[in-house]
């Protein structure tokens, strides 16, 4: 026996079905028309409203019936939840039976919405949201190289020339006399370029997950291979791969200039003097550490006032017509027998870098990282230092009272 809802059901879904396709074919003839350049004409936009007062006849018909108490309409299945989802797939059930080692199971947008809501403790499973900006951790200013000017290079080696010895002889000369002769001789010194590198694995899932992860992990490892640079280009021993740096071949202060009253602004000023004594260049910066900046910003007069108005740090840091950069990578002594660190000198006529690479990213695999679903990070960059003119620099430590 045949179940009259059935067939009321059945009948009015083949109408709906019939209209709504009737009205796709209508709308078709219509973007074909307008396609061709012809306009749509009264007739064609008649037989489109026809199918849809058609259409929605049979949804009034729907309406009226089951308002009377006749379900026509599927009714809203009890929604499952994820857990029930993912037990109740066939390749998670063999997994469970040990009849496969994997279960690869596809969730479409459609799955999603049917699913039931579930909240869910701690100790559940929670999908976290993340926040689309990372908190990275303190780092300091990295200025030395911004000192320096940079001469790109083709090569693994570059060669410059060092003045050893200029001998003055420029004097008056009478009408007829010879003329005074001066020399020069020069140095020729050859280096090779060196590598500062540094990687980090990451999983696919998380440059996946979070978008920004990749582009925060570059900015990370750039920062600490322009760290690792900083403290090579002042300080390297000029050893294996290390640079030669700028304080490893920089003249000691001079003692001997200092007075017993002296205070760090004191020995600066002294510093800057050396380096001009001796090598006839003007010293364009001055370098210590934040702390011993620090200690001179708050400085004061006889009446409390401090020496540096520069309270809304609104004034790029200036001494003795020199800019001030502080440095990390300097040190700050040991707070009790010596003081800080600092360097002064010609940055842009006693030293050059020689550019090979420039900071550079590379993305790959190594070793089993493909089965993993890991990547390598790398950055890297090559380069050279030429302290063209030792002389040019002076370094050495405040005194402690100072």
Known sequence: MTDPVKEVKDSLEAK????????????????DELQKG????????????????EIERVIEQVQKLEEKGVK?????????????????????????QKSQNCAEIEVSKSDMASMAETKVTSSGLVAPQYDPVIQGAPRQNLLIRDLIPTTPVT??????????????????????????????????????VKKIAVWMPVTDEALDDVPQLYSYIQELLRYDLELKREGQLLKGDGTGNNLNGIMTQATVFDPDLSKATDTAIDTVRRAIYQARKQSKLAADAVV???????????????????????LQGLVTPVLWGRPIVASDSMDEGDGSTTGGEFLTGSFQQGARIYDR??????????????????RAI?????????????????????NFAA
Do not use: C
């Open 288 to 310: 210590m550490s934040d702390l011993d900046w620090m200690n001179i910003e708050l400085q004061k007069d006889g009446e409390n006032r401090y020496l540096f108005a520069n």
């Open 72 to 96: 026509l309409r599927n009714q809203n299945p009890e929604k499952k939840s994820f857990i029930d989802f993912v037990k109740g797939n066939d390749k998670y059930q063999a997994l469970s």
């Open 38 to 53: 012809n306009t749509v004409t009264g007739a064609m936009k008649a037989q489109i409203e026809n199918q849809k007062g």
């Open 155 to 192: 090569g693994q080696s570059f060669t410059y020339f060092k003045e050893l010895l200029h001998t003055l002889g420029a004097g008056m000369v009478a009408e007829g006399a010879a003329k005074p002769t001066s020399n020069v001789t020069f140095e020729q010194v050859t280096d090779i």
């Open 357 to 374: 690479m420039g900071f550079t990213i590379k993305v790959g695999m190594i070793n089993d990282d493909f089965i993993k679903n890991q």
């Open 16 to 31: 709906l079905k019939e209209g709504f396709n009737g009205l796709q074919l209508k709308y078709d003839a219509v973007a």
């Open 378 to 398: 790398l950055v890297e960059e090559r380069l050279g230092l030429a302290v063209r003119k030792k002389h040019a620099f002076v370094k050495g430590r405040f």
